[in-house]
């Protein structure tokens, strides 16, 4: 077997693809049922796949890939490709948090007498942390708040080379980053430690995606992710997505968010934290289809052609060719 698959559920037609010449080999009838059933349910559960109207493209994990003709599946985002994901970052980040607050709990008995007159005057005002009356309480939370400011204001989340010189964005300048999206062409501009930068094209979304990444550190539940795949399906795919937001991005800067949001700069790109799941999401999916997307238009030729050689020899098998053996397919159970 090779390492490219076509195959047509509904003609019953299935190919090899030689990965030297490209040429499209039709198997022989005996082979073909059950491998065709495979290959769709192979299809469908794989993660990275692509279709226009008539062809599809997805890659298994194993490297193999199948080229699937007839109408395109829904393009549907599985809740659960996103979700083991965002929570092993949310998990991730609450350690940092709870090894902070640990570690600066541990001095608490030294730092005490010093810290105990800022608390009381008021003078460390961004740890005003209701129901905490003792300074035991709130000498933890201030290992847990730095630990968070790093999290969301100073930690590098990406290095990217531009000519001979190496930038760095943290995590700060995520909510200062400007997406945007004129028909299917997305641009995008950055601050960094320097100044700034505009990237465009594939390029441009394929920072996007490594920029939220690293920003959503923070993660999410399998609920939050759900409700950011369901963003994404209102708008009809990833594209509609990415173009929703991309202009409806300019009002977040006004919406009324919570005093600690605020403070903090909670949310890249001033979204809502499942929007910024589904941006992050969206991104993801669309690079992968545009990485694919190159591949259709020649397979599509290649397709027709062979469709038409398989076409003829199909139907030379007596005595009414391809439908009568398909008749003759051995039942299941």
């Not at 003609?11 to 693809?17: A, S, T």
């Not at 999290?151 to 010189?165: I, N, P, Q, S």
């Not at 997406?179 to 320097?194: M, Y």
Request: hydrophobic share 45%; charged share 25%.
């Amino acid at each position: 077997m090779g390492r490219r698959l076509a195959f047509d559920a509904g003609k019953g037609r299935l190919w090899v693809i030689c990965g030297s010449c490209a040429r499209w080999n039709l198997s022989p009838l005996d082979e073909r049922w059950e491998a065709i059933e495979e290959a769709e349910r192979l299809f469908r559960a794989t993660r990275m796949r692509v279709s226009t109207d008539n062809i599809g493209l997805a890659r298994l994990p194993d490297g193999t890939q199948l080229v699937r003709i007839g109408k395109p599946l829904r393009p549907e985002f599985a809740a659960w490709r996103y979700g083991t994901r965002f929570a092993r970052r949310r998990i991730n980040a609450q350690v940092v948090t709870g090894v902070a607050a640990a570690a600066v709990g541990l001095t608490g008995v030294v730092l005490g007498p010093v810290l105990a007159p800022a608390l009381v005057t008021g003078g460390i005002s961004i740890i005003a942390f209701p129901g905490f009356t003792t300074l035991a309480g709130a000498v933890p939370m201030i290992g847990a708040v730095a630990a968070r400011d790093y999290l969301l204001d100073d930690r590098v989340v990406a290095r990217f080379r531009r000519g001979r010189r190496v930038l760095v964005v943290r995590a700060r300048h995520v909510r200062d980053a400007e997406f945007h999206l004129l028909g299917d062409h997305p641009t995008l501009r950055l601050p960094h430690d320097a100044g700034w930068a505009y990237v465009d094209g594939s390029e441009a979304m394929h920072l996007a995606s490594v920029l939220l990444a690293g920003a959503n550190r923070f993660g999410g539940s399998r609920g939050r992710a759900s409700d950011a795949v369901a963003r994404i399906e209102r708008a009809g795919d990833a594209m509609g997505f990415l173009q929703r937001a991309s202009r409806d991005i300019g009002w977040r800067e006004g919406r009324t968010q919570s005093a600690l949001n605020t403070m903090r700069g909670l949310g890249a790109l001033h979204l809502m934290a499942d929007e910024c799941l589904a941006l992050e999401m969206a991104l993801h999916e669309e690079t992968e289809r545009r990485a694919l997307d190159g591949e259709l238009d020649l397979l599509a030729d290649a397709w027709r052609e062979a469709e038409q050689i398989a076409a003829i020899a199909d139907d030379l098998l007596p005595p009414h060719g391809l439908d009568y053996l398909r008749g003759l397919r051995p039942l299941e159970g």
